[in-house]
């Protein structure tokens, strides 16, 4: 927990001094109360005292009071202050931290994981930073002030607050050893639950196709169960706490006065004035060090959960990226959209065994390179080391004659217009959707925006829609189809101008004459760009300047459409499962 305070900047700590100063001030005011109750006491007792003195000193309690009260006014200010700028630092670093993750590193930690911790551990940390501002540094300050008031005044009374201090510090300690494993426990079930639910939503279309809502349910039961068992237990633990502090509360005000009541029997009649004051004071003071523990149990019942949340949040937070950007800000010259892939293998995180093998090959500036194959063949990874989602196991991924690995990130990013399998929108507009991101410092123009559109056939879909370039865009593009999703997708890759495209399957959900109305246009409107495809239909890729047949991670054959029926069974196969024969003959 002690760890993660290092994110807190200097001006918060300045304002921790000056809530100590607060603080101590009105640990002092609460102090002073019983000193007054002990002199009004003692002026009631003593015959012939003025009222005035005592109406007096009963003003002083009050202004005490009022000026305690303003002082944790000012306290809980500053804690609120510097709990809300804390946890909002914290929610930026771990965001700008999840974002430099490689795929990897997002993979080990999961995506419901990692939205858990940027916001109920965070919430957690945020509450007891709160909490603890208030109480963990009055509780100990009042505990050991209030002692040091009594000592002296009575060895009976000290001997029997020194037992129930003992019995409430051994019930937490007891406690703690139980509990706080069951917090850690909690945060990982709240991960599942997470999980469930963003499974649960964006499935929700093929859960009710098939009428799997009863197994959701119970899928989320299961995990809903498991968290409020665990819940249950935390708090029934905790709430033992409250019963035993204000049980010890009461006895001990109980064992002063019934041990008063002894001490004044046996007391000479001129100390029998002095044994009752001493006795109204301790027990006021003994009051003060069980509320000081009462508040400490508080932070108790708080600590375990935020320390577990804390150490979640260090271990994003510490976690280095292997992915890291070079140097190099530009290619080699006189080199533009050349990829080259030297003898390149590569092999997932604590896989048995290789997806690619010795892959190399060399596609030129202007090219079209297409990458086919069998489902599970490699084709997706191999284009995903281009931009460096993963690094190579062995060999080497070459851009403009330079390393991948040598080149800042921003830089590499900027050579290449990618678009995924799944095609991803963001909530927004049409305009800002194909408009996304920074390439290089250049802002995009509407006229340069709806020219990517058209080029991805678009624009006959996006001038129909209400408000049209600025027809709002729900998160993930759920107001549009996927072959509209697709083509927005490609325009945003179009719109950065890049030396590369990647087009991961990036076609799949256009019908055919859609399909090669705008690979005809890319090839126009694009000359001189090297092109990269995975595909799995003949028909996207036929035209390709260079295809690579790809099985089991390794390049079977390399060519022209027209070569490769002739040389290449596994290529051969693939058209003839996709082509009629009379197709096939023209070819």
């Not at 005490?64 to 630092?89: E, K, M, N, P, T």
């Not at 927004?428 to 194909?434: W, Y």
């Amino acid at each position: 927990m002690l760890k993660i305070l290092k994110y807190l900047k200097k001006t918060e700590w300045f304002l921790i001094g000056i809530s100590l100063i607060f603080i101590i001030t009105q640990v002092w005011l609460d102090l002073k109360l019983p000193d007054y109750m002990a002199k009004i006491t003692l002026l009631v007792q003593t015959p012939g005292s003025a009222l005035s003195e005592i109406w007096l000193t009963g003003g002083y309690m009050i202004i005490c009071a009022i000026c305690s009260l303003a002082a944790a006014i000012i306290v809980g200010y500053f804690a609120a202050r510097i709990g809300a700028s804390f946890s909002q630092r914290l929610r930026s670093l771990l965001f700008n931290k999840v974002e430099s993750f490689s795929m990897e590193e997002i993979n080990r930690f999961s995506t419901s994981s990692l939205i858990t911790r940027s916001t109920n551990d965070i919430t957690q940390v945020q509450m007891l930073i709160v909490i603890a501002l208030q109480l963990v540094i009055k509780a100990p300050i009042m505990a050991v002030w209030a002692v040091t008031k009594i000592a002296g005044k009575g060895f009976e009374w000290s001997m029997a607050t020194g037992v129930a201090v003992l019995i409430v510090l051994s019930m937490v300690v007891v406690l703690m050893v139980f509990v706080i494993p069951k917090f850690k426990k909690m945060q990982t079930l709240t991960d599942d639950v997470t999980r469930v639910t963003r499974e649960n939503l964006t499935g929700l279309r093929v859960v009710r196709a098939y009428n799997a809502e009863d197994y959701q349910e119970a899928k989320f039961e299961a995990a809903n169960r498991e968290l409020t068992g665990t819940q249950m237990f935390t708090n029934r633990a905790m709430a033992m706490l409250m019963p035993v502090l204000l049980a010890m509360l009461n006895g001990l005000s109980l064992a002063i006065y019934w041990i008063g009541a002894y001490l004044i029997d046996a007391a000479q009649a001129v100390d029998k004035l002095t044994v009752f004051t001493n006795m109204v004071v301790f027990s006021q003071y003994a009051m003060q060090v069980i509320m000081a523990f009462m508040l400490l149990v508080i932070i108790f019942i708080m600590l375990p959960r935020a320390s577990v949340s804390a150490k979640r949040i260090n271990e994003v937070l510490d976690t280095d990226p292997r992915i890291v950007g070079g140097k190099e800000t530009a290619g080699k010259p006189g080199l533009t959209g050349v990829v080259t892939f030297n003898h390149v293998s590569f092999r997932y995180p604590d896989a048995a065994g290789c997806v690619l093998e010795d892959i190399s090959f060399t596609t030129k500036q202007g090219e079209t390179v297409a990458f086919i194959g069998s489902t599970g063949s490699g084709k997706s990874t191999l284009v995903n080391l281009i931009p460096r989602f993963f690094d190579v196991t062995e060999g080497e991924v070459l851009v403009d004659g330079v390393n991948v690995k040598d080149y800042q990130m921003d830089v590499l990013y900027n050579k290449i217009g990618y678009v995924p399998q799944k095609a991803v929108l963001f909530k927004g507009t049409v305009e800002s959707n194909v408009a996304y991101g920074d390439n290089g410092g250049d802002q995009f123009s509407s006229d340069e925006v709806k020219k990517a559109v058209q080029i991805a056939q678009g624009a006959d879909f996006v001038e129909k829609m209400e408000n049209g370039y600025s027809a709002s865009i729900s998160q993930g593009g759920a107001n549009v189809s996927g072959g509209q999703k697709q083509r927005l997708a490609i325009a945003r890759a179009v719109c950065r101008k890049p030396e590369i495209y990647i087009f991961d399957d990036s076609f799949s959900a256009l019908d055919y004459k859609t399909d090669r109305v705008l690979r005809r246009k890319l090839r126009q409107e694009t000359a001189g760009v090297t092109t990269i495809i995975v595909a799995q239909r003949i028909g996207t890729i036929m035209d390709a300047d260079q295809i690579i047949v790809l099985d089991e991670g390794k390049i079977v054959e390399k060519g022209t459409h027209r070569e490769l029926l002739r040389d290449c069974a596994v290529y051969k196969e693939i058209a003839m499962s996709q082509l009629s024969e009379e197709e096939l003959n023209h070819e």
